[in-house]
């Protein structure tokens, strides 16, 4: 399995970005995708997370200017980031639970490669 994040990039401060993170493997279904991100000397920390039905969970320092959204028919999760500020400026990590099929099924966590957002002042 694997997870592939796109969509970072250099963006002025009140800019807006859609981060896109996309599952592909012997994938059988995937539950919890998420967004994580770490900032230069930080730890990460999460961002927002969405159910498979479409719950979603915000990080209450950021409720308001980030909205995750997910196409199940794709298997993608999505980060639309508005009013970037640049304490933004970080790694963003794509995450999802997801249950694959081989010689057995399996379900476990997986990680994208992350995505830099720069956002300048």
């Known amino acids: 399995v694997q997870l592939q994040a796109s969509g970072g990039g250099l963006v002025q401060a009140g800019g807006s970005l859609r981060l896109s993170c996309a599952a592909s493997g012997d994938i059988f279904s995937v539950q919890r995708m998420g967004w994580y991100r770490q900032a230069p000397g930080e730890q990460r920390e999460l961002v927002a997370v969405i159910t498979a039905g479409g719950h979603t969970n915000y990080a209450d320092s950021l409720k308001g200017r980030f909205t995750i959204s997910r196409d199940n028919a794709k298997n993608t999760v999505y980060l639309q980031i508005n009013n970037l500020k640049p304490e933004d400026t970080a790694v963003f990590y794509c995450?999802?639970?997801?249950?694959?099929?081989?010689?057995?099924?399996?379900?476990?966590?997986?990680w994208g490669q992350g995505t830099l957002v720069t956002v300048s002042s």
């Open positions: 995450n999802a639970l997801i249950t694959t099929i081989g010689r057995k099924i399996s379900t476990a966590d997986y």
